[in-house]
Nanobody
Framework: VQLQASGGGSVQTGGSLRLSCSASGRGDSINGMGWYRQTPEKQRELVAG???????RYLDSVKGRFTISRDNAKNTIYLQMSSLQIEDTAVYYCGADRRGLWAGRIKRIDIEYWGRGTQVTVSS
């Protein structure tokens, strides 16, 4: 499975960006896809994810501002980010896993597949 991410860039506070991530290869074997972010100060964390059962999770700090969606026919997920804040500045990574991104209440940390990171920079 290969993940191709696009989007990102620089925006001012309050602006919007959209990230896309497409899975190729055995993309139909993927059960969960999502967006993670990482900064030099923080470990990689799940920002928004969606499993094939329709379950969705968001990082608390992005709830109400970010929306994840999935086009199953294209094996593609989208992350619409609105009302961006300086704290959203990070490298964003697309992740995917055949087992799903979480098991019950536990988020997986050993995600199988990663795309290349894309920088999101929010400035005042």
């Amino acid at each position: 499975v290969q993940l191709q991410a696009s989007g990102g860039g620089s925006v001012q506070t309050g602006g919007s960006l959209r990230l896309s991530c497409s899975a190729s290869g055995r993309g139909d074997s993927i059960n969960g896809m999502g967006w993670y972010r990482q900064t030099p100060e923080k470990q990689r964390e799940l920002v928004a994810g969606i499993n094939n059962d329709g379950s969705i999770r968001y990082l608390d700090s992005v709830k109400g501002r970010f929306t994840i969606s999935r086009d199953n026919a294209k094996n593609t997920i989208y992350l619409q980010m609105s009302s961006l804040q300086i704290e959203d500045t990070a490298v964003y990574y697309c992740g995917a896993d055949r087992r799903g991104l979480w098991a019950g209440r536990i988020k997986r940390i050993d995600i199988e597949y990663w795309g290349r990171g894309t920088q999101v920079t929010v400035s005042s």
